[in-house]
């Protein structure tokens, strides 16, 4: 792990986002370099919410090679910075759209809707 205690603003942010996200693993992935990793969450923010809106206009259409390709994108994304439950999530959507069960994947949006936001409000504190 590494040492943040010389900066107080990432010892504060340095909580658990959803079950296995934080400021800490996310900069430690990046060897420590938190410029580098404000870059890579910034762009993270960018990037999924367009695939999250991408997503929900696929499920809302009834298209599940859509619904896979943008679960497995924000899959991805969330296992670049560390949010593994998030990642988690994403997969399963992903599976949901490949097997043709729009339904479930509908179901999943909510939980991957509120992990998201979860580690949005983390990083825009961050950023």
Known sequence: MIDTSGDARLDELDTPVDDHFSIAVLVERLDGDQEIAREVAAAFVE???????????????????????????????????????????????????RDQRLELAERLVPQLHRRIEHVFAVLKDWL
Do not use: F, P, Y
């Open 47 to 97: 990037s999924s919410q367009e695939l999250l809106q991408q997503l929900d206009g696929a499920i809302a259409a009834g298209r599940a090679d859509a619904v896979r390709r943008n679960a497995h994108s924000i899959k991805g994304a969330a296992a670049n910075i560390g949010a593994n439950a998030l990642a988690e999530t994403a997969a399963e959507i992903e599976d949901a759209g």
